[in-house]
């Protein structure tokens, strides 16, 4: 072959090669991983709610929606649940976020061994720094929750924004921390930040190479905060009251196949509208306005992603999931010294157990309890290029353990035994990636586990033995997905089977 020929065919192969690389590149799914904070049940347009959330209920009328999703009732076990495969209890963290996560890999660690660029913006809930576990970019809160204008000091010329007392948040900007962080823009609010540090990223790495991005959102995690112009939508909104939203919520729920049609509204845990005074309701109508402009300005935001993707040429072949790190809370934060109206940054305004009710429907309970109320999640799979079946719901059980299982599945990479020279426990989770792709698959009996302060509860099938303040309770959630008949006097035989069940898993998981 003379030397022209030659020249020739290695630029050909050179050519082809190169082709090759950017097509195996382009094979590869990019992921996006969305976790919101104290998100209900019932939040989204999608899972019955009047909060208008086009660009999220885009993702699940053309995606999958999970009706049995389960978290673990709290944020920071509930991030480090999802994060590593592994129950909190595994890692250390159902007592205590300040330490590191350990016997496990983390999601940045399982997608960078596969060549993906790892990208985490948004809370953490820890004092672990993301890049130091696998994370090429990190930027956002270390901390559970900060005021979301401004989570630093008083700037020149505003008033003095609303803090915890005694609590000085940590932020990261690219894994460098600053503590406190006093933000120079006055156009900062946390939910379109974390977009644009995300945004930012992605322009950067281009359409060629796969990315890995956790989205990490802190809304609508009180301080109720939010753009005057997302709370004038919802300023009359809510004037009919607390029982009018949940029936109506409810009924969505019930038309669009999300709940079973034996389901039944729970018992209310939330006061009569009537019994409020006038000034009241117009506090309390202000309140779920403001809850309900924080996960507009949430969805705005997604719908931000997804038009970045589009422009890339990568949305068809992006996986996309959202969830919520635990059920509405009904915790109460009393801030002293707060002023200004409701969604200012110098009120700290909780949402109380009202509103969080009806956040929850059809459930009750709240945050922090093992109840359906507390550990029942919206997910939302999203993947063009592979979900064809659209606006499907499963209703297989589900739970933050098996994102680690799905996603070492989906890259076909085995979870590691040992990283670093540190032992590593194989994750309990269960792969739900053929759930997305619509394939079939088995009933799904196994064993759940949960344990949250004074919550705690097994799920088998569709058996749940579930105790608050150590007062067990049984249900059978195929004839009672509300938990509203309480039958453990009735099956002494399998209380004890479960009860058995649940203290071994717990011997197991706190050596």
Same mark, same amino acid.
């Given at each position: 072959m003379n030397f022209k020929l030659k020249t020739t065919a290695l630029i050909l192969f050179g050519f082809f090669v190169n082709c090759q690389n950017k097509d195996q590149k382009k094979s590869k799914p990019n992921v996006i991983l969305v976790i919101v904070d104290d998100m209900g049940f019932s939040d989204l347009g999608a899972y019955g709610s009047e909060i208008n959330t086009p660009n999220i209920d885009r993702l699940a009328a053309e995606g999958v929606r999970f009706s049995n999703a389960y978290n673990t009732s709290k944020c920071f076990p509930s991030r480090a649940c999802i994060l590593t495969g592994l129950?909190?209890?595994?890692?250390?963290?159902n007592k205590d976020f300040r330490q590191p996560m350990r016997n496990a890999i983390t999601l940045g660690e399982l997608f960078k061994s596969a060549g993906y660029t790892t990208l985490w913006s948004g809370k953490h809930h820890s004092t672990e720094n993301p890049i130091d576990r696998g994370f090429d970019h990190y930027s956002g809160l270390l901390d559970g929750a900060s005021n979301h204008f401004n989570p630093g000091k008083q700037r020149e010329s505003e008033v003095t924004p609303a803090h915890k007392v005694?609590?000085?948040?940590?932020?990261?900007?690219?894994?460098?921390?600053?503590?406190?962080?006093?933000?120079?823009?006055?156009?900062?609010?946390?939910?379109d930040t974390f977009t644009d540090y995300a945004l930012g990223w992605i322009n950067e790495i281009g359409a060629e190479q796969p990315f890995f991005l956790y989205l990490s959102f802190t809304a609508p995690h009180d301080p109720l905060m939010a753009w005057p112009e997302d709370i004038k939508k919802y300023e009359d909104k809510y004037n009919d009251g607390y029982a009018a939203i949940r029936k109506a919520r409810f009924q969505k729920q019930l038309d669009s196949g999300i709940l079973p049609k034996n389901s039944k509204l729970s018992i209310a845990y939330h006061k009569k509208w009537s019994t409020l005074s006038e000034e009241k309701r117009k506090?309390?109508?202000?309140?779920?306005?403001?809850?309900?402009?924080?996960?507009?300005?949430?969805?705005? /935001?997604?719908?931000?992603?997804?038009? %970045?993707?589009?422009? *890339?040429?990568?949305?068809?072949? #992006?996986?996309i999931l959202f969830t919520s790190d635990n059920g509405a809370s009904g915790e109460v934060v009393n801030v002293p010294g707060g002023t200004g109206e409701i969604g200012a940054a110098t009120n700290w305004k909780s949402l109380g157990k009202?509103?969080?009710?009806?956040? /929850?429907?059809?459930?009750?309970?709240? %945050?922090?309890?093992? *109840?359906?109320?507390?550990?029942? #999640?919206?997910?939302?799979?999203?993947w063009p290029e592979k979900i064809k079946a659209s606006n499907r719901v499963v209703h297989t059980p589900v739970h933050f353990i098996d994102f680690m299982t799905t996603f070492s599945e989906l890259l076909g990479i085995d979870y590691p035994s040992n990283y670093k020279g540190e032992e590593i426990i194989p994750s309990p989770g269960i792969s739900f990636l053929k759930a997305l792709t619509n394939q079939k698959t088995d009933a799904n009996t196994r064993a759940i586990y949960w344990e949250w302060t004074k919550g705690k509860a097994i799920r088998k099938g569709d058996w749940k033995l579930v105790a608050y303040d150590n007062v067990w309770e049984l249900y059978d959630l195929k004839n009672d997905p509300i938990e509203q008949n309480n039958v453990i006097a009735k099956n002494p035989a399998l209380e004890k089977e479960l009860k058995k069940l649940h203290l071994k898993w717990m011997a197991e998981t706190k050596k």
């Open positions: 129950y909190s209890q595994q890692t250390g963290y005694g609590k000085t948040r940590s932020w990261a900007i690219e894994g460098e921390i600053f503590t406190p962080y006093t933000p120079e823009s006055k156009n900062f609010y946390t939910t506090e309390e109508s202000r309140t779920m306005a403001v809850y309900a402009a924080m996960i507009d300005r949430i969805d705005q /935001n997604i719908g931000r992603l997804t038009d %970045k993707l589009k422009e *890339h040429g990568t949305l068809e072949n #992006t996986l009202n509103w969080a009710n009806v956040s /929850n429907t059809p459930y009750k309970f709240f %945050k922090n309890w093992s *109840h359906e109320g507390g550990i029942k #999640t919206p997910l939302i799979a999203y």
